[in-house]
């Protein structure tokens, strides 16, 4: 048995219980307003719950509120709580005692966010979309949102961590420092955090959430350190020290998986794979906004040049053998596999065609200037740019490459310094709209996601009219539309649509996973032999 110290107090932890994962990005703070990578997701996610959150299918299941309701016009949300979900023990708390959430915990965490002076990026949920005196607490056990106006995927929106309830007297107690003193209603409750070495949750004895009577979660506790090497963390597995790894390096994955996906036979003994839609849409994409200075007369400003190029990628040989097939060749659009609005297109039409592509380049401006192509990206992505230069080389049209750090790629396309680059786009929510938005001309860069400030009259009409659609198949259907025109345009070439691979230790048991990559630990059992 282990002692571990918690909040101050001393607790008994059996070692063959501890749940045991590595943070290699390293987490930044354990407080929900800075949830906004997936390192800091996943440890914020074991520590507090929202009103609603995802089930397995991605669809909005209850949590602290048990039901709600939506007015007819879609301008009102109604929430009823539920009366046994409590903050975990804590000397911030009157007391140092543990007390029930109410509405006004979520009046309080949501005005948080919006606050200018909290500096949270999830300001953006709430933004522009509710009124002035959104929030409301009608009693200890109701909540209503109101909204400017319809929007469909505002449940969606709820179900992220920057929403999860947090008490008041916490930030009175702890200010900027909360980050390092969490206090939720999570499954785990914070122990301890070494900087850079290890984080400890322990389990919170009064969960509300059961299955089958008996109270989640299993395990006794959670540890997680801190190896920024991939390579030094993928070893600790193979030693039995971590009890799962997520992703795979290209410097080793041909070491571990099969061409075809599969688990090499020599570690099937060791452990197993969980692979998974991952709601994420890696893409090469250009701008094509004619008024600004760099986009004056560029080549790739000529939609055929474009569409040379799309047809010109062998996605499927990109997916075999730099991927292992893990992931999806780009088929359709920009919405991945997994979410409602996903649309398959025809492989006759937009599948890999080199003759056809060379048509449309012998069409398009390039062929009289020639002018200098490029293509930005990160070393992360080198290979898979050196796979497309190859192939758009075949067609007859040379591109230069040229890698740069992720942080100084993402301030240039969002000033609109690049024509062509390459980028990836990782859903904040599961609905196509999230996607969808990147592409409609109010959300022009700097001040929104369309990077490449497409612009289409038709396009922007459908996407506004889904907000007043409350019809599902109905607003499918529009989605759809959107995405034939962005293939007809070709402002983006998606290329694949992302799958997360997750080695599990064999001792591990009901580890799942979902298109949102989350990490669920309520249900996780450590099987000891």
Known sequence: MVLISCNGSNQNVDPRSVFKYNSDNGITSLDPAFARTQDNIWAVSQLFNGLVQLDSQLLIVPCIAYKWEVSEGGLVYR??????????TDKALKNGLSRKVTASDFVYSFNRIMDEATASPGAWIFNDKVTSNPFLAINDSTLEIRLKKPFPPFLGLLTMPYCFAIPKEAIDKYGKDFGRHPLGTGPFMFSRWNEDVKLIFLKNPNYFEKVKGQRLPYLDAVAVSFLDDKQAAFLEFLQGNLDFFNGLESSFKDEIIEKDGRLKEKYQSKFTTLVTPFLNTEY???????????????PLYDKNLRLAIQLAINKKAIMKHLRNNIGYPADGGFVPKGLPGYSPQKETEWGYNPLKAKEYLAKSGWVKTKKKITLYTTKDYLDICLFVQKDLKNIGLDVALEVQPASFLKEEKSNNRLNFFRGSWIADYPDAENYLACFYSPNFSPNGPNYTHFKNKTYDQLFESIFSQTNDSARIDIYQKMEAILLAESPVIPLFYDQSIRLISHRVKNMKNTAANSLDLRRVKIMNR
């Open 79 to 88: 929430f009823y709580l539920r009366n046994d979900v409590f903050f975990h």
């Open 284 to 298: 090469l994409a250009f701008l094509v906004d004619d008024s600004l200075p760099n986009s004056i007369s560029h």
